[in-house]
């Protein structure tokens, strides 16, 4: 299995408060996604990484921010939660290489906000 | 971006072979044929990909249409382990997944 782990896995929290969700791997991977999943959408795309500093925009990324800072750590981070950004984040990484681009996803962090 | 088109639920029995289709008409002879599934309460997995010939792997086979406009993902005896959402999607050079609906596959005992 590659090794890929989220933090928090669970998580409640209120409308307005920040919230910083954590990807870690350590595979080594050059690019690192968040997806957030909700019934009826399937999975959308909020913001990858294509390498260190380098990071670029998906389908919903209005509300969220990213960091990545060194190769290993993908942070997402809801600067003022809402109640529309209560779902199931995952995280995935890719070596990206062309063609092939096989993620492996992480087990995913379930985000209530109040 | 190039879309796909799969029905949204199908129903097999345990131990027979499955085929799920996927339709991809506007495919770009640059995009790969990507395969995922989901398990319940877990993230994806990738399953198998491929461009213009028919792949196996232990997962499952993949057979691709001779004119790429549509695909079709082949579990060759379905166990109750492989009941899931699939999702079939089309991946190119900027290496991003796009998740449509997919395929909710139930296999019954």
């Known amino acids: 299995d590659a090794g890929i782990t989220q933090s928090p896995r669970h998580k409640v929290t209120e409308t307005g408060t920040p919230v910083t969700l954590r990807c870690h791997q350590t595979?080594?991977?050059?690019?690192m996604y968040w997806y957030r999943q909700d019934p009826g959408h399937g999975l959308r795309l909020i913001h990858y990484s294509y390498g260190v500093k380098d990071t670029d925009k998906g389908e919903v990324s209005d509300g969220y921010s990213v960091s990545r800072s060194k190769t290993e750590d993908f942070l997402l981070t809801l600067e003022s939660a809402t109640s529309s950004q209560t779902s199931v984040y995952f995280c995935?990484?890719?070596?990206?290489?062309?063609?092939?681009?096989?993620?492996?996803f992480g087990e995913g962090s379930r985000l209530t906000v109040l | 971006d190039a879309k796909t088109t799969q029905p949204n639920s199908m129903e097999s029995n345990e131990e027979e072979p499955v085929h799920l289709p996927c339709n991809h008409s506007t495919i770009s002879g640059t995009d790969y044929i990507h395969w995922y599934r989901q398990l319940p309460s877990q993230g994806p997995e990738y399953v198998i990909h491929?461009?213009?010939s028919n792949v196996n792997n232990r997962m499952a086979s993949l057979a691709i249409a001779e004119d790429r406009k549509s695909s079709t993902l082949i579990l060759h005896r379905a166990t109750l382990r492989d009941a899931a959402v699939y999702y079939c999607i089309l991946l190119n050079a900027g290496n991003m997944l796009t998740f449509g609906g997919g395929t909710r596959l139930m296999v019954k005992p």
């Open positions: 595979e080594n991977h050059r690019y």
């Open positions: 995935a990484i890719s070596e990206g290489q062309e063609g092939t681009g096989e993620l492996f």
């Open positions: 491929g461009l213009t």
